[in-house]
Protein backbone atom coordinates (compact mmCIF):
# COMPACT_ATOMS: atom_id res chain seq x y z
CA UNK A 1 0.00 0.00 0.00
CA UNK A 2 1.08 3.68 -0.90
CA UNK A 3 1.66 5.85 1.59
CA UNK A 4 -0.97 8.07 0.26
CA UNK A 5 -3.38 5.47 0.19
CA UNK A 6 -2.53 4.63 4.46
CA UNK A 7 -2.48 8.40 4.83
CA UNK A 8 -6.13 8.79 3.78
CA UNK A 9 -7.43 5.83 5.71
CA UNK A 10 -5.92 7.57 8.72
CA UNK A 11 -7.68 10.66 7.74
CA UNK A 12 -10.57 8.84 6.95
CA UNK A 13 -10.86 6.89 10.44
CA UNK A 14 -9.91 9.90 12.02
CA UNK A 15 -12.74 11.95 10.96
CA UNK A 16 -14.96 8.78 11.57
CA UNK A 17 -13.88 9.11 15.33
CA UNK A 18 -14.97 12.43 15.63
CA UNK A 19 -18.57 11.95 14.00
CA UNK A 20 -18.67 9.23 16.56
CA UNK A 21 -19.90 6.13 14.21
CA UNK A 22 -18.40 3.41 15.19
CA UNK A 23 -16.09 1.24 12.30
CA UNK A 24 -13.34 -1.08 11.38
CA UNK A 25 -11.03 -0.98 8.58
CA UNK A 26 -8.60 -4.04 8.50
CA UNK A 27 -5.67 -3.55 5.87
CA UNK A 28 -4.13 -6.84 4.20
CA UNK A 29 -0.75 -6.29 5.75
CA UNK A 30 -2.84 -6.65 9.25
CA UNK A 31 -2.92 -2.70 10.27
CA UNK A 32 -6.12 -2.30 12.02
CA UNK A 33 -8.06 1.16 12.65
CA UNK A 34 -10.95 1.68 14.77
CA UNK A 35 -12.67 0.37 17.96
CA UNK A 36 -15.32 -1.71 16.36
CA UNK A 37 -15.13 -5.26 17.41
CA UNK A 38 -15.56 -7.59 14.68
CA UNK A 39 -17.33 -11.08 15.50
CA UNK A 40 -16.31 -13.91 13.49
CA UNK A 41 -19.19 -16.22 12.30
CA UNK A 42 -19.79 -18.84 14.61
CA UNK A 43 -19.95 -22.25 13.01
CA UNK A 44 -21.89 -24.94 14.92
CA UNK A 45 -20.40 -28.36 15.12
CA UNK A 46 -22.46 -31.02 15.13
CA UNK A 47 -22.42 -33.45 18.26
CA UNK A 48 -21.21 -36.94 17.25
CA UNK A 49 -23.47 -39.62 16.16
CA UNK A 50 -23.05 -42.75 19.18
CA UNK A 51 -23.92 -44.61 15.95
CA UNK A 52 -21.91 -45.31 13.07
CA UNK A 53 -22.65 -44.03 9.70
CA UNK A 54 -25.44 -45.15 8.19
CA UNK A 55 -26.49 -47.58 11.22
CA UNK A 56 -29.75 -45.04 11.73
CA UNK A 57 -30.60 -45.24 7.81
CA UNK A 58 -30.65 -48.89 7.42
CA UNK A 59 -32.59 -49.30 10.16
CA UNK A 60 -35.57 -46.92 9.21
CA UNK A 61 -35.42 -46.88 5.47
CA UNK A 62 -37.14 -50.33 4.62
CA UNK A 63 -40.52 -48.72 7.11
CA UNK A 64 -40.37 -45.51 4.89
CA UNK A 65 -38.50 -46.00 1.22
CA UNK A 66 -41.94 -46.58 -0.45
CA UNK A 67 -44.12 -44.16 1.99
CA UNK A 68 -47.02 -42.44 -0.59
CA UNK A 69 -47.92 -39.10 0.42
CA UNK A 70 -50.40 -39.18 3.08
CA UNK A 71 -49.46 -42.21 4.80
CA UNK A 72 -48.49 -42.50 7.88
CA UNK A 73 -45.46 -45.20 9.37
CA UNK A 74 -44.86 -46.11 12.95
CA UNK A 75 -40.94 -46.89 13.15
CA UNK A 76 -40.20 -48.36 16.34
CA UNK A 77 -37.23 -46.97 18.49
CA UNK A 78 -35.76 -50.42 19.02
CA UNK A 79 -32.60 -50.11 20.54
CA UNK A 80 -31.65 -46.53 19.31
CA UNK A 81 -32.60 -43.13 21.24
CA UNK A 82 -35.96 -41.52 20.06
CA UNK A 83 -34.45 -38.24 19.33
CA UNK A 84 -31.52 -39.00 17.82
CA UNK A 85 -33.75 -41.80 15.46
CA UNK A 86 -36.27 -38.64 14.68
CA UNK A 87 -33.63 -36.86 13.92
CA UNK A 88 -32.08 -38.97 11.09
CA UNK A 89 -35.40 -39.69 10.18
CA UNK A 90 -36.49 -36.37 9.62
CA UNK A 91 -33.14 -35.03 7.79
CA UNK A 92 -33.37 -38.15 5.23
CA UNK A 93 -37.37 -37.42 4.99
CA UNK A 94 -36.45 -33.73 4.06
CA UNK A 95 -33.55 -34.60 1.82
CA UNK A 96 -35.48 -37.25 0.08
CA UNK A 97 -38.83 -35.42 -0.22
CA UNK A 98 -37.99 -32.11 0.03
CA UNK A 99 -38.68 -29.30 2.79
CA UNK A 100 -42.26 -29.50 4.47
CA UNK A 101 -43.61 -32.33 3.05
CA UNK A 102 -43.61 -34.29 6.14
CA UNK A 103 -44.11 -34.49 9.96
CA UNK A 104 -42.53 -36.43 12.65
CA UNK A 105 -43.46 -36.97 16.32
CA UNK A 106 -42.36 -39.11 19.30
CA UNK A 107 -44.53 -41.23 20.42
CA UNK A 108 -43.37 -42.34 23.71
CA UNK A 109 -46.01 -44.41 25.42
CA UNK A 110 -44.93 -47.25 22.48
CA UNK A 111 -41.22 -46.29 22.11
CA UNK A 112 -42.28 -44.75 18.05
CA UNK A 113 -41.73 -42.22 15.55
CA UNK A 114 -44.35 -41.88 13.82
CA UNK A 115 -44.10 -39.73 10.15
CA UNK A 116 -46.64 -38.61 8.07
CA UNK A 117 -45.33 -37.87 4.30
CA UNK A 118 -47.76 -34.85 3.74
CA UNK A 119 -46.61 -34.51 -0.24
Not at 44 to 63: D, E, H, Q, V, W
Request: positive net charge.
Amino acid sequence: MLDIQLKQIVQLSQMLDKWGVPHKIMLPDGKEFGALEVVTKKTRARAPSPYPIGTLKNYFLPFVKDLQPGEVAAIPAGEFDLEVLRGSLAGWASREWGIKTNTSCINRTSKTIEILRLS
